[in-house]
């Protein structure tokens, strides 16, 4: 199967790739035309207009997949008016993926090309999801800031009396775009959890020298 792929490398590009389907990195909307599926690898904030991109150039029976854990299949409903097959496939931590499809033939799909690579399907809904999105981002940031803790700890010691960071435990996808943990923090509701998000964000920022998101979090603990 050939397939367009707009964005970022993630996990699911290596999967794909390994089952021996042709990856073809996609320039503009209008080369997706020749794909049996194309890919969104995207952070949050540039799904939409991609999609909006994509529309002229979609063909019935086209498989399209978005890679967003915050984002459902309904930001994919433009292009499955065309008759596109439409799939949220989220990596999630070590085997296991989120997925969100617009009906039964696309769910099928998807848990066929995940169960090829012996991975785990984890159907949920697009409001599960939304919940889903901020709990992955805390433990993104929280992974981190284990992970700079040990190293400063490794120092004061002087050894190596300190557990690696892959014992940091399995259910913890790569690393989240700063811009998406900025989307993940708006469906947080409850507010001890709405604080310990923005506090891990501004530590994360402030050792990773990353200005643009210990701002937001310092403007964020004084609202």
Same mark, same amino acid.
């Given at each position: ?11 699911? $590009?290596?999967?794909?790739?390994? &089952? ?11 080369? @997706? ?12 904030? #540039?799904?939409?207009?991609? /999609? ?9 029976? &086209?498989? /399209? ?8 299949? #309904?930001?994919?409903?433009?292009? *499955? ?10 990596? /999630?931590?070590?085997?296991?993926? /989120? ?7 696309? #769910? ?22 939304? *919940? ?8 993104? %940031?929280?992974?981190?800031?284990? $992970? ?18 892959? @014992? ?17 923090? #708006? ?18 920022? *402030?050792?990773?020298?990353? %200005? *643009?998101?210990? %701002?937001?979090?310092? &403007?964020?603990?004084?609202?």
């Amino acid at each position: 199967m050939r397939v367009g792929w707009f964005g970022r490398e993630n996990r699911l $590009r290596a999967l794909l790739d390994a &089952q021996g389907h042709e990856i073809a990195d996609l320039h503009a909307p209008a080369d @997706a035309v020749d794909c049996e599926a194309i890919v969104i690898s995207a952070a949050e904030a #540039q799904l939409e207009g991609l /999609v909006d991109a994509l529309e002229p150039h979609i063909r019935r029976g &086209q498989i /399209v997949i978005h890679t967003s854990i915050g984002l459902g299949v #309904q930001v994919l409903d433009p292009l *499955e008016v065309h008759g596109a097959l439409a799939m949220a496939i989220a990596h /999630v931590g070590a085997d296991r993926w /989120v997925v969100t499809t617009s009906d039964e033939l696309a #769910q099928g799909i998807a848990e066929v090309l995940l169960f090829e690579s012996g991975q785990v399907t984890l159907p949920k809904t697009d409001a599960e999801r939304v *919940e889903i999105a901020p709990k992955i981002a805390y433990a993104q %940031m929280v992974r981190q800031l284990a $992970r700079a803790a040990h190293r400063d700890l490794k120092e004061v010691l002087d050894e190596e009396a300190v557990p690696p960071s892959e @014992a940091d435990g399995e259910f913890l996808a790569p690393r989240i775009e700063t811009s998406d943990i900025y989307s993940a923090f #708006q469906s947080i509701t409850d507010p001890g959890f709405r604080k310990a998000f923005v506090e891990a964000a501004r530590r994360v920022g *402030e050792i990773e020298r990353n %200005m *643009e998101l210990e %701002m937001w979090g310092l &403007q964020e603990e004084l609202r």
